[in-house]
């Protein structure tokens, strides 16, 4: 199964492809309702990390999020973290050369978590801006 959410102006690009283990949030996340936003894909991760393939490799290309969508993306890597086990888990934090924001983000979010490890990956350019 996947499912794809088309990146706007303040919402995130997603794609989940559960066939494959690959999931991609790229962009800006600033939905008006976070919640609603969200929801689709948190019951879709859970669903998968139930079961998952033996490789998932999530990859965030966020250009720059509100306090809430942080939340939500935290749970995300939550779930996957609860799944460490069943799957060899990567997780990419992507951030061009000159955005101390995200970049900072980035590390921030990694110290959260003890289990799993976030890799933070410095690029030129976000090809999903």
């Known amino acids: 199964m996947t499912l794809i959410i088309e990146g706007k102006r303040r919402s995130l690009k997603v794609n989940i492809d559960t066939d494959t283990g690959n999931f991609l949030f790229a962009g800006v996340s600033l939905p008006e309702n976070t919640n609603t936003f969200f929801e689709p894909i948190l019951v879709e991760l859970t669903s998968y990390f139930k079961n998952p393939k033996p490789k998932t490799k999530i990859e965030f290309y966020v250009e720059y999020l509100n306090t809430s969508s942080a939340l939500f993306l935290r749970r995300i890597v939550m779930l996957a973290e609860e799944a460490h086990t069943k799957t060899e888990l990567t997780i990419d ?18 110290s959260v978590f003890k289990i799993v490890d976030i890799n933070l990956k410095e690029i030129e350019e976000n090809p999903y801006a």
Do not use: L, V
């Open 93 to 110: 934090w992507y951030f061009e050369e000159d955005d101390e924001d995200i970049k900072e983000f980035g590390a921030d979010f990694k």
